[in-house]
């Protein structure tokens, strides 16, 4: 059994801005019922919820601050959360890394600071709990001093520092080193230093024992300029201790075989119940019911980054074709008023939900027959895993963990049992209007359909597949 210390800065379903959460809350149940001993470690934010008040433990002394550590479980589990309590920097309104207004706060790298030199005391059992992790798991930014940290001790544990995503690195000036009164020996190109300022994330990625990022492609895409953020040269030099571990989903909230909030449970051997979620979702959308025209289906940020633009160039088609669209999102307010435009032109085809809504993206995930997730970087992904799980085939861009996840359907793969949806590679419109024909023109062929949709129900997407993977890693190291 490993002793496993996991360091968020965010836990589903305590608190939640991304998928980072969505990991934190799932990886330490699945790792706990492969028989391991998990805890969670993060601060105690003002807005937490879902949980039983934490119960005082101890009191630790970092930098001049006495720090109170609380205890509380993940609800529904027997995994233990460790709360850093300090009302000065983490009893406020707001989330994690925004204030309630959504700007940055100003104190954000003393918040994580501060955290890290917790995580370090726990890690190192100077805490008073009488409990020493055997491998201390870190993940993005906001706990990349960890590693570095930990480097500096005699008998530490290893540790693994995960990427959610590359983009978000914790830079501050060069001013904050010192006055985070942090270890002279750190600083240096090496180590924490990045052209002159503080990263946290090099931290993790220099210090680390091991790095593993939420997909095998997006490992690899890290490693060149376009996804590397800079850090592309490290990554490269660390890629002997660099993996992709896909993100697992959580089977008993996705699941088409007992989801209450669709119009019609189905299995994989009653897939013809499926289109019953088609044309309830087209009657509550005001779409004309037909359970035979071809339903695509979109849940995502409308951002750059989604490939939304793609989308966005291929509407006028994809109007004079009989098929529907049906979008639930929110983001970018021009790219909004574009896609509502669409809607009011041509009501019939297009329907366009602003905002996000739990129940109409399970009915979108159930009713649509096709679902488009064309990103332009995608670290991991999670709805094209749900699409699967729901027999809704998906029509994504060859990156990250779409690469990984979606086998296109081309004549070898469906001669094989193995095709699961649709793929194509160029960032551009012409592309996915191809791919979006190529999809149809499948679609058609009703039992050939069945089958992919078959394919793509089979697979396993579970956190269970995941941990075993990670305690695989621990191991390891």
């Given at each position: 059994?490993?002793?496993?210390?996991?360091?968020?800065?965010?836990?589903?379903?305590?608190i939640k801005t991304g998928g980072l959460a969505d990991v934190a809350g799932s990886?330490?149940?699945?790792?706990?019922?492969?028989?391991?001993?998990?805890?969670?470690?993060?601060?105690?934010?003002?807005?937490?919820?879902?949980?039983?008040?934490?119960?005082?433990?101890?009191?630790?002394?970092?930098?001049?601050?006495?720090?109170?550590?609380?205890?509380?479980?993940?609800?529904?589990?027997?995994?233990?959360?460790?709360?850093?309590?300090?009302?000065?920097?983490?009893?406020?309104?707001?989330?994690?890394?925004n204030d309630e207004s959504g700007n940055p706060w100003p104190d954000i790298g003393?918040?994580?600071?501060?955290?890290?030199?917790?995580?370090?005391?726990?890690?190192?059992?100077?805490?008073?709990?009488?409990?020493?992790?055997?491998?201390?798991?870190?993940?993005?930014?906001?706990?990349?001093?960890?590693?570095?940290?930990?480097?500096?001790?005699?008998?530490?544990?290893?540790?693994?520092?995960?990427?959610?995503?590359?983009?978000?690195?914790?830079?501050?000036?060069?001013?904050?080193?010192?006055?985070?009164?942090?270890?002279?020996?750190?600083?240096?190109?090496?180590?924490?230093?990045?052209?002159?300022?503080?990263?946290?994330?090099?931290?993790?990625?220099?210090?680390?024992?091991?790095?593993?990022?939420?997909?095998?492609?997006?490992?690899?895409?890290?490693?060149?300029?376009?996804?590397?953020?800079?850090?592309?040269?490290?990554?490269?030099?660390?890629?002997?201790?660099?993996?992709?571990?896909?993100?697992?989903?959580?089977?008993?909230?996705?699941?088409?075989?007992?989801?209450?909030?669709?119009?019609?449970?189905?299995?994989?051997?009653?897939?013809?119940?499926?289109?019953?979620?088609?044309?309830?979702?087209?009657?509550?959308?005001?779409?004309?019911?037909?359970?035979?025209?071809?339903?695509?289906?979109?849940?995502?940020?409308?951002?750059?980054?989604?490939?939304?633009?793609?989308?966005?160039?291929?509407?006028?088609?994809?109007?004079?074709?009989?098929?529907?669209?049906?979008?639930?999102?929110?983001?970018?307010?021009?790219?909004?008023?574009?896609?509502?435009?669409?809607?009011?032109?041509?009501?019939?085809?297009?329907?366009?939900?602003?905002?996000?809504?739990?129940?109409?993206?399970?009915?979108?995930?159930?009713?649509?027959?096709?679902?488009?997730?064309?990103?332009?970087?995608?670290?991991?992904?999670?709805?094209?895993?749900?699409?699967?799980?729901?027999?809704?085939?998906?029509?994504?861009?060859?990156?990250?963990?779409?690469?990984?996840?979606?086998?296109?359907?081309?004549?070898?793969?469906?001669?094989?049992?193995?095709?699961?949806?649709?793929?194509?590679?160029?960032?551009?419109?012409?592309?996915?209007?191809?791919?979006?024909?190529?999809?149809?023109?499948?679609?058609?062929?009703?039992?050939?359909?069945?089958?992919?949709?078959?394919?793509?129900?089979?697979?396993?997407?579970?956190?269970?597949?995941?941990?075993?993977?990670?305690?695989?890693?621990?191991?390891?190291?």
């Amino acid at each position: 059994m490993k002793k496993i210390l996991f360091a968020s800065s965010e836990t589903h379903p305590l608190i939640k801005t991304g998928g980072l959460a969505d990991v934190a809350g799932s990886l330490p149940i699945a790792l706990t019922s492969l028989g391991q001993d998990v805890r969670i470690i993060m601060p105690n934010y003002q807005s937490i919820k879902n949980c039983e008040p934490g119960r005082y433990l101890c009191t630790v002394r970092v930098n001049n601050a006495d720090v109170n550590l609380l205890e509380t479980h993940l609800p529904d589990s027997e995994v233990i959360v460790w709360l850093v309590d300090f009302p000065a920097l983490f009893n406020q309104p707001g989330n994690p890394y925004n204030d309630e207004s959504g700007n940055p706060w100003p104190d954000i790298g003393d918040r994580f600071a501060l955290f890290c030199r917790i995580v370090t005391e726990v890690a190192m059992n100077r805490a008073y709990l009488d409990w020493k992790p055997d491998v201390v798991h870190c993940n993005d930014w906001q706990t990349g001093l960890v590693p570095a940290l930990l480097s500096l001790e005699e008998n530490r544990p290893a540790t693994v520092f995960t990427i959610h995503n590359m983009a978000y690195q914790g830079v501050f000036p060069s001013s904050a080193y010192t006055q985070l009164n942090l270890p002279g020996q750190l600083w240096h190109p090496d180590g924490l230093e990045y052209h002159g300022m503080l990263s946290f994330i090099k931290g993790g990625l220099s210090f680390s024992d091991w790095i593993t990022t939420v997909s095998p492609t997006y490992a690899q895409e890290i490693q060149t300029p376009e996804f590397g953020y800079g850090l592309e040269g490290l990554l490269a030099h660390r890629q002997h201790t660099l993996s992709g571990i896909i993100n697992g989903i959580d089977l008993t909230v996705w699941n088409p075989e007992s989801d209450q909030k669709i119009a019609q449970t189905y299995t994989v051997r009653t897939l013809n119940k499926k289109v019953l979620n088609k044309t309830a979702l087209q009657a509550r959308l005001g779409l004309p019911v037909s359970a035979d025209l071809p339903l695509f289906g979109l849940i995502g940020r409308l951002v750059d980054q989604k490939g939304i633009d793609l989308v966005l160039n291929c509407l006028k088609e994809m109007a004079k074709m009989p098929l529907q669209f049906a979008l639930l999102g929110s983001g970018d307010t021009s790219i909004q008023v574009r896609l509502q435009d669409f809607a009011r032109l041509y009501p019939d085809k297009f329907s366009i939900t602003i905002g996000y809504d739990e129940n109409l993206a399970h009915q979108i995930e159930a009713g649509a027959d096709m679902f488009l997730m064309p990103s332009r970087f995608e670290p991991c992904g999670l709805n094209q895993m749900y699409s699967q799980r729901y027999g809704t085939l998906p029509i994504v861009r060859k990156t990250g963990g779409l690469a990984d996840t979606v086998v296109d359907a081309l004549p070898d793969t469906i001669q094989d049992g193995t095709a699961s949806g649709f793929v194509f590679s160029e960032a551009v419109p012409g592309a996915l209007m191809e791919t979006i024909k190529r999809a149809l023109v499948l679609h058609a062929n009703r039992p050939l359909w069945q089958k992919l949709q078959r394919n793509a129900m089979g697979k396993d997407f579970s956190w269970e597949n995941s941990a075993n993977q990670y305690l695989a890693l621990y191991r390891a190291i």
